[in-house]
């Protein structure tokens, strides 16, 4: 059986668009440099097989995924390509301390951010040194399990440390929410904070409109789902999807 690559490149590809005539070839931007507008990484839906053109990256779908430090990788593997070559810029799962880490970031977060977000100190939302918010994702036992860096000033693609597979924001406040009241389902999670500041039960997705978690368990068995995602052609597209997804399984 193929595995479903366009879930795994989705996850982490921002601006995925058809590439010519060929509907299993997508471009997008590429995750692995500062890639602001050129779409410079190539993937194919059918095989697997993925490329920058800038030559940072080459290879298959089970490359990619550990690359990207996915839970695993090995669900990548193409039953016709069980030992996947090794690939030169293989990076390994590093052993740091995500928790420490995101206490770490949170010292350079600004005080009119901490002002617009009273919930934001409480679950470790931080500034790296670039600038970019860090946001990190807690299992629901409340360990830290990836760290989300927001993307840049000038556009620059989000990237993880840790688990950055999709997943939903704020597991461990997610199992303590009454589901006799509503769940408000954002775009992104700075609209989810600014509604958790407000005294409501709210999560996101972790990689935009486009992408629903797999897992829909933690969200389930809510009396009332209310999207709110942005007035623009992903949010309406995105909006659809999860209707559908929250209609069959939650």
């Given at each position: 059986?193929?595995?479903?690559?366009?879930?795994?490149?989705?996850?982490?590809?921002?601006?995925?668009?058809?590439?010519?005539?060929?509907?299993?070839q997508s471009v997008g931007f590429c995750p692995f440099h500062d890639d602001k507008k050129n779409r410079s990484f190539s993937f194919n839906t059918a095989n697997g097989l993925c490329h920058c053109f800038?030559?940072?990256?080459?290879?298959?779908?089970?490359?990619?995924?550990?690359?990207?430090?996915?839970?695993?990788?090995?669900?990548?593997?193409?039953?016709?390509n069980k030992q996947p070559p090794d690939h030169h810029n293989e990076v390994k799962p590093a052993k740091t301390n995500l928790f420490n880490?995101?206490?770490?970031?949170?010292?350079?977060?600004?005080?009119?951010?901490?002002?617009?977000?009273?919930?934001?100190?409480?679950?470790?939302?931080?500034?790296?040194?670039?600038?970019?918010?860090?946001?990190?994702?807690?299992?629901?036992?409340?360990?830290?399990t990836g760290i989300k860096h927001h993307k840049g000033k000038n556009g620059e693609s989000p990237y993880w440390e840790g688990d950055g597979t999709c997943k939903w924001y704020g597991l461990h406040l997610l199992k303590g929410f009454d589901r006799n009241k509503p769940l408000y389902m954002c775009e992104g999670e700075r609209d989810c904070l600014r509604w958790l500041s407000l005294g409501h039960q709210a999560t996101t997705g972790s990689a935009g409109a486009g992408s629903i978690p797999t897992d829909m368990k933690p969200i389930s068995g809510f009396r009332e789902y209310i999207t709110i995602y942005d007035n623009d052609n992903a949010g309406k597209v995105g909006i659809k999807k999860l209707a559908e997804r929250l209609f069959i399984e939650a």
């Open positions: 059986m193929t595995p479903d690559y366009e879930t795994l490149f989705r996850q982490y590809i921002n601006g995925v668009k058809q590439s010519g005539s060929d509907p299993n800038t030559g940072c990256f080459k290879g298959n779908a089970y490359q990619f995924a550990k690359e990207m430090n996915h839970s695993n990788p090995s669900e990548w593997i193409n039953e016709n880490k995101a206490k770490e970031y949170q010292k350079y977060l600004s005080e009119d951010w901490i002002k617009e977000s009273r919930i934001a100190m409480e679950i470790l939302v931080g500034e790296d040194k670039q600038g970019r918010l860090t946001f990190p994702y807690f299992n629901e036992d409340g360990k830290v």
